[in-house]
């Protein structure tokens, strides 16, 4: 019958005959999934191989060598793209994702403008790696960002929300200026994910990320990627990752790609979780401040809600010391004191404990995980109560 659906498909027409576009949580179960074929598994394993079969002239094949290549990739790489809306690079590690971005990128006399408040592995980048060669690096927090120290700048390194302290930034009104300036803008997406924030929608020439985090979700592997519009930016990418070895393994990747069928539904109760604990933590005197954009009083809360479709796992509370904090930590028996954030496991720590984040000694940075939201406001509540002097 003509105007039929096809048995077994979904109909995606909308009034009008416009095909309606996919949701989100479609797009991550599908992203970079091959059509399949008849006894064919839904996402292929992970290829195992350093050469490949090569007969004659070394573009013959797709695949010549593991450093140059591999299915495993390609097929996340695919995923990462269509969620980001462009092409994405996975490399070993975030920071591998970001040192491929930023070193081969700025010479001597090159001017970098990044947040003074960013991920402190960036920043170490720019001071022991970028600064000794000649490199100018302007730093500034990510809530003061001024678009006066654009002028002369190579690239602008924005972060947000930032890490570990939450403040966001306007990624389009950065990015315009910065391109009036005659700069290229990168993104840190970390915290966000391209399930909240996509900026190359924003106007970004780059989005970076680690991998290691919301996206595969289960903290059991270290991977990051850059995605980018211009094919020349991710030719780049790519050449620098085959010729210093930056490459990820095929197992880390194939487990990153299977998680993201479930990324959408993770997020959805991180984000319930970190916004019902923000709010319960606001009420209480013993905490002095709490950090979430979520809430309505964050000072971040505006400009997030015009960039991110959801405020993330990640929130950031106030005790009034070191000693407190650390009791607060001990006293809770749902929540795993670890460093890093975004797995299923809910996690904190002081973050004060590291060198160079200019945070207080009793700042919590705490990732909601998928947990009860109940169970998780109550374990936070108890330990408080149980740390309280």
């Given at each position: 019958?003509?105007?039929?659906?096809?048995?077994?498909?979904?109909?995606?027409?909308?009034?009008?005959?416009?095909?309606?576009?996919?949701?989100?949580?479609?797009?991550?179960?599908?992203?970079?999934?091959?059509?399949?074929?008849?006894?064919?598994?839904?996402?292929?394993?992970?290829?195992?191989?350093?050469?490949?079969?090569?007969?004659?002239?070394?573009?013959?094949?797709?695949?010549?060598?593991?450093?140059?290549?591999?299915?495993?990739?390609?097929?996340?790489?695919?995923?990462?793209?269509?969620?980001?809306?462009?092409?994405?690079?996975?490399?070993?590690?975030?920071?591998?994702?970001?040192?491929?971005?930023?070193?081969?990128?700025?010479?001597?006399?090159?001017?970098?403008?990044?947040?003074?408040?960013?991920?402190?592995?960036?920043?170490?980048?720019?001071?022991?790696?970028?600064?000794?060669?000649?490199?100018?690096?302007?730093?500034?927090?990510?809530?003061?960002?001024?678009?006066?120290?654009?002028?002369?700048?190579?690239?602008?390194?924005?972060?947000?929300?930032?890490?570990?302290?939450?403040?966001?930034?306007?990624?389009?009104?950065?990015?315009?200026?910065?391109?009036?300036?005659?700069?290229?803008?990168?993104?840190?997406?970390?915290?966000?994910?391209?399930?909240?924030?996509?900026?190359?929608?924003?106007?970004?020439?780059?989005?970076?990320?680690?991998?290691?985090?919301?996206?595969?979700?289960?903290?059991?592997?270290?991977?990051?990627?850059?995605?980018a519009r211009d094919p020349?930016?991710?030719?780049?990418?790519?050449?620098?990752?085959?010729?210093?070895?930056?490459?990820?393994?095929?197992?880390?990747?194939?487990?990153?790609?299977?998680?993201?069928?479930?990324?959408?539904?993770?997020?959805?109760?991180?984000?319930?979780?970190?916004?019902?604990?923000?709010?319960?933590?606001?009420?209480?005197?013993d905490v002095l401040e709490?950090?979430?954009?979520?809430?309505?009083?964050?000072?971040?809360?505006?400009?997030?809600?015009?960039?991110?479709?959801?405020?993330?796992?990640?929130?950031?509370?106030?005790?009034?010391?070191?000693?407190?904090?650390?009791?607060?930590?001990?006293?809770?028996?749902?929540?795993?004191?670890?460093?890093?954030?975004?797995?299923?496991?809910?996690?904190?720590?002081?973050?004060?404990?590291?060198?160079?984040?200019?945070?207080?000694?009793?700042?919590?940075?705490?990732?909601?995980?998928?947990?009860?939201?109940?169970?998780?406001?109550?374990?936070?509540?108890?330990?408080?109560?149980?740390?309280?002097?």
């Amino acid at each position: 019958m003509a105007g039929a659906r096809e048995p077994g498909k979904p109909d995606r027409r909308e009034a009008g005959g416009r095909e309606r576009p996919l949701g989100e949580g479609t797009r991550a179960v599908r992203a970079g999934v091959p059509p399949g074929a008849q006894g064919d598994p839904f996402l292929p394993g992970p290829t195992f191989a350093a050469p490949y079969h090569l007969v004659g002239d070394v573009d013959a094949a797709e695949y010549v060598y593991g450093r140059y290549g591999n299915p495993t990739w390609s097929a996340y790489e695919s995923a990462l793209g269509e969620l980001e809306g462009g092409r994405a690079v996975v490399f070993s590690s975030g920071m591998a994702a970001v040192s491929a971005l930023l070193l081969p990128r700025l010479r001597a006399s090159d001017v970098l403008v990044a947040p003074s408040d960013s991920y402190r592995g960036t920043r170490t980048v720019c001071e022991e790696l970028l600064e000794p060669q000649g490199v100018r690096v302007r730093l500034l927090p990510t809530a003061e960002q001024d678009t006066a120290t654009f002028e002369g700048a190579k690239l602008v390194w924005l972060e947000t929300p930032s890490n570990p302290g939450l403040d966001v930034c306007d990624i389009r009104a950065l990015a315009d200026a910065a391109h009036a300036a005659g700069a290229l803008v990168a993104v840190d997406n970390t915290f966000a994910t391209p399930l909240a924030q996509r900026p190359l929608d924003l106007g970004a020439d780059f989005t970076v990320a680690s991998a290691s985090k919301m996206l595969s979700g289960h903290a059991d592997l270290i991977l990051g990627y850059v995605a980018a519009r211009d094919p020349e930016h991710v030719a780049e990418l790519r050449h620098w990752r085959t010729e210093t070895g930056s490459v990820p393994g095929p197992f880390e990747v194939w487990l990153a790609h299977r998680s993201l069928a479930t990324v959408a539904l993770r997020l959805e109760r991180q984000c319930e979780t970190a916004l019902a604990l923000a709010e319960a933590l606001s009420a209480r005197d013993d905490v002095l401040e709490v950090r979430y954009p979520g809430l309505e009083g964050d000072p971040a809360h505006a400009v997030a809600s015009r960039q991110m479709a959801r405020f993330g796992p990640i929130l950031g509370f106030t005790l009034e010391s070191r000693e407190r904090a650390e009791r607060f930590l001990a006293a809770c028996r749902l929540v795993i004191e670890a460093t890093s954030f975004g797995g299923v496991h809910t996690s904190a720590e002081r973050r004060g404990r590291w060198p160079g984040d200019a945070v207080p000694e009793g700042f919590i940075r705490f990732s909601a995980g998928c947990e009860d939201t109940g169970d998780v406001i109550a374990d936070v509540l108890q330990a408080l109560d149980a740390s309280a002097p």
